[in-house]
């Protein structure tokens, strides 16, 4: 069926990096944006970041920006996001999430994955 | 940046009576606006979105109305498991969420 799966959570420390990975499966990766969203303990959804259904275009929170790269790999069906640069703030569960609709329309959120969790601590 | 604002924030309800929860933003965001559903240790659910298109295999007592600045999300005869916390999101210009509206049980 249609799904996303993030990995590459964990406890890490503040200044350090970590790289989220998020698998797609039941449907053309390709064809579709998809962005990270993020979840503070017990607050409410935070945008992340942005990127093309082809990889062309990125966009960052302001929060972000200048720390993370969000990018895909088309031939393993797979969305990243390395972190560097980490923050107490960062500390959040990362869900990534895919667009409605094909190619570069910026509609709604309609696949979510389960969250990969990350604690920035030391 | 578009500053998405709900009310209330937190409504205590019955099961069985009509809910209405507000979506207001700062500036128009036609009719760019989606909601979602989070129950507890879930990810965000799909609902509504273009303010008003129910998403796949959303019940009919969801509804979403408004356009502009001013948005309802409506769930006309509350089941016990639409107890959950209530987002809304605008696409207009960038991605940004409201706060949240917690519907919990009376």
């Known amino acids: 069926q249609v799904q996303l799966v993030e990995s590459g959570g964990g406890v890490v420390q503040p200044g350090r990096s970590l790289r989220l990975s998020c698998a797609a499966s039941?449907?053309?990766?390709?064809?579709?944006?998809i962005h990270w969203v993020r979840q503070a303990p017990g607050e409410g959804l935070e945008w992340v970041a942005v990127?093309?259904?082809?990889?062309?275009?990125?966009y960052y929170s302001d929060s972000v920006k200048g720390r993370f790269t969000i990018s895909r790999d088309i031939s393993k069906n797979t969305l990243y996001l390395q972190m560097n640069s980490l923050r107490a703030e960062d500390t959040a569960l990362y869900y990534c999430?895919?667009?409605?609709?094909?190619?570069?329309?910026?509609?709604?959120?309609?696949?979510w994955g389960q969250g990969t969790m990350v604690t920035v601590s030391s | 940046e578009i500053v998405m604002t709900q009310s209330p924030a937190t409504l205590s309800v019955s099961p069985g009576q009509r809910v209405t929860l507000s979506c207001r933003a700062s500036?128009?965001?036609?009719?760019?606006l989606v909601w979602y559903q989070q129950k507890p240790g879930q990810a965000p659910r799909l609902l509504i979105y273009?303010?008003?298109t129910r998403a796949s295999g959303i019940p009919a007592r969801f509804s979403g109305s408004g356009s502009g600045t001013e948005f309802t999300l409506t769930i006309s005869s509350l089941q016990s498991e639409d107890f959950a916390v209530y987002y809304c999101?605008?696409?207009?210009?960038?991605?940004?969420f409201g706060q949240g509206t917690k519907v919990e049980i009376k």
């Open positions: 999430a895919r667009v409605r609709v094909m190619g570069n329309h910026p509609g709604a959120f309609d696949i």
């Open positions: 039941g449907f053309t990766f390709s064809s579709y944006a």
């Open positions: 990127i093309s259904y082809d990889g062309s275009v990125t």
């Open positions: 500036q128009s965001v036609s009719s760019n």
């Open positions: 273009d303010a008003s």
């Open positions: 999101q605008q696409y207009k210009n960038w991605w940004t």
